[in-house]
């Protein structure tokens, strides 16, 4: 990961301690990935800061709404529905 991000950054031409990261995760990247990708940014690049949010409310952001449904079909399909710009999913 650390790669990703160093080949990202010298691609945009970019010192990365000036700018904040936006970063779209999918809904399989569990919290311990998570944190590993806010330390790497942290610690390694320096940047000053890190918002992580889920694709499918940046796809609904994309559209101006911050309501709806997301259909996201990839690897696999999910269906996710967001009130507000927060995911609500079925207790289990």
């Excluded at 330390?39 to 709404?65: C, E, P, R």
Aim: aromatic content about 10%.
């Amino acid at each position: 990961m650390p790669g990703l991000f160093q080949k990202v950054f010298q691609d945009l031409n970019v010192d990365q301690k000036s700018y904040d990261v936006i970063l779209s995760v999918p809904r399989s990247f569990n919290s311990k990935t998570q944190a590993e990708i806010i330390n790497i940014l942290f610690d390694q690049f320096g940047v000053s800061a890190v918002n992580m949010t889920h694709q499918s409310v940046l796809a609904l952001y994309s559209y101006n709404a911050t309501s709806g449904v997301v259909v996201d079909i990839g690897e696999r399909m999910d269906i996710v529905p967001i009130n507000e710009g927060t995911q609500n999913f079925p207790k289990k």
